[in-house]
Nanobody, 127 residues
Framework: QLQLVESGGGLVHPGGSLTLSCAVS????????YGWFRQAPGKEREAVSC????????IYADSVKGRFTISRDNAKRTVTLRMISLKVEDTAVYYC????????????????????WGQGTQVTVVS
């Protein structure tokens, strides 16, 4: 499994922006796709975005399309989620996750497909 550490969470007002980063270490052989999930109080954890090993495809939940952008830098071993036009309903703990694949283009949106998880970073949007 990979070791994942999220950072970049914080407190912002509606319409504000935040960029979350996921540092990846302790690599093993193979290809990995990465996803961002979030969980708000009293709600189930939901998939936000996913990016394949080679960066294509990229998947976004309908609730964040047009506002969030996922990217990765394999050389720097980081995965980034750039969030703009934040809404109160975006408030949640955001988790970075990774899953292994035999394909460069694999991506997923189910928790069961991800074997490595970070501890999460809090994003709070309040007016």
């Amino acid at each position: 499994q990979l070791q994942l550490v999220e950072s970049g969470g914080g407190l912002v007002h509606p319409g504000g922006s935040l960029t979350l980063s996921c540092a990846v270490s302790q690599f093993t052989l193979g290809y990995y796709f990465y996803g961002w999930f979030r969980q708000a109080p009293g709600k189930e954890r939901e998939a936000v975005s996913c990016i394949s090993h080679n960066g294509r495809p990229r998947i976004y939940a309908d609730s964040v399309k047009g506002r969030f952008t996922i990217s990765r830098d394999n050389a720097k071993r980081t995965v980034t989620l750039r969030m703009i036009s934040l809404k109160v309903e975006d408030t949640a703990v955001y988790y970075c996750a990774a899953g292994s694949s035999q394909l460069l283009t694999m991506c997923a949106d189910q928790e069961a497909d991800f074997s490595s998880w970070g501890q999460g970073t809090q994003v709070t949007v309040v007016s």
